[in-house]
């Protein structure tokens, strides 16, 4: 008979599940962890991965089309959405399976169906509630089945799911959410996105790099809000350079549906105007997936569509923890696997940190990619720093230039007082993989002047991080 006591039961297996899951079963916890749909979660199966394998198609057909730019010939490029899609489920299907490995490889017992907390931790759990996004994993041999299970911690990592607004509902085939977008039977020849955040924005450039006519439609005034305003509007000159159609300080009023496309009513300063499109995809954020978990009846507190914990994962109920999207913004895969190590190594009575969520790095992986860590000049001013800024363009660095990506700005922001860095922020190619340098440096607490005398190696693009430093500091070299 299967076990039905573990010492951590984790519900969801996304990337915050079964990375705590792991991490549990490392500190001798025995370790169970409920799917419903598939391991790895949205952001494996449905995000992060897929979209990246499609956005990485859509770059190398970009470079294709400018191959005279590098001295290169390239005639008769064209592109076959099939294939581009499949391409992408592909990679989602290679990590998933090594999900499953590693799982059963930490000896993680798995279990298939619908989790529901009941008191004195249980959870029962039966069959899916709804039909999957797509085929359920095939169930591995030793998995536990339905039934009750108990555990001494329960840990909800239930992730999220798109957000719905009144008059944008998805219909998955002329409104679109991101599990439609990411596998389209054919391209649109033009296409609506609601909402410039990071999903939008990815999608409206994978979407214009591969031909469509796009209009992205933003309601603050701004695109990518929560990103630095200097950086903001530099990529959104270099995204409309590339032909997208960008619309700030706008609404989407109203859609009509016809039988092969959608016209959309857009509010923009006082006026109004149609546009018809063959496609609409909303973008417009997403909500912690805190239903039908029995939340209510255990008393547990949420706020704004979230479960509220402290910086160790603990809700208000004991025994009971929440991780990753469903435990508020923000909503990020790195973040949720940060957390729920964190979570398991304080029960475990390790000596862990709680997290800083100013410490989170967000990445944007459009064309030109964007990356920030920490507070944003505006943010900054308004908690009441006085400020040193560094701005180091990529059109004065060698590497840039010689990748022909010479459009972007790195921008660091320091307290003038004490030297302590408060934010980076990039904008340009491969910016999302130099991020994590400024990420370490403020973990380390790192001043100006470590970072100044730092070497950095060249030819590089790092080294704008370097020069953006001494910027701040009046002491920039090449510009």
Known sequence: MADTSFDILIIGSGPGGYVTAIRAAQLGFKTAIVEREHLGGICLNWGCIPTKALLRSA??????????????????????????????????????????????????????????LGKNNTVTVTKPLKAPHQPQNPEPKGAAGLGTYTAKHIIIA???????????????KLVWTYFEAMVPKEMPKSLLVVGSGAIGIEFASFYNAMGVDVTVVEIVDQIMPVEDTEIAKI??????KQGLKIRTGAKVAKLVKGANSVTATIEQGGKSEDITVDRVISAVGVQGNIENLGLEALGVKTEKGCIVTDGFGHTNVPGLYAIGDV?????????????????????????AHPMKKEQIPGCTYCHPQVASVGLTEAKAKAAGYELKVGRFPFLANGKAIALGEDQGLIKTIFDAKTGRLLGAHMVGAEVTELIQGFVIAMGLETTEEELIHTVFPHPTLSEMMHESVLDAYGRVIHM
Request: charged share 25%; proline share 5%.
């Open 235 to 240: 990529a959104q000159k270099q995204l409309e």
């Open 327 to 351: 435990a508020g913004p923000p909503m990020l895969a790195h973040k949720a696997e940060h957390e729920g190590v964190i979570c398991v190594e304080k029960i475990k009575g390790l000596d």
């Open 158 to 172: 239930t992730g999220a799911r798109p957000r719905v607004l009144p008059g944008l509902e998805p219909d998955g």
């Open 59 to 116: 770059e190398i057909y970009h470079y294709m089309n400018h191959a005279r730019d590098y001295g290169l010939k390239a005639e008769g490029v064209s592109y076959d959405a099939t294939a581009v899609v499949d391409r992408s489920r592909k990679v989602s299907a290679r990590l998933n399976g090594g999900v499953a490995m590693l799982l059963k490889k930490n000896k993680v017992t798995v279990i298939w169906g619908e989790a529901t």
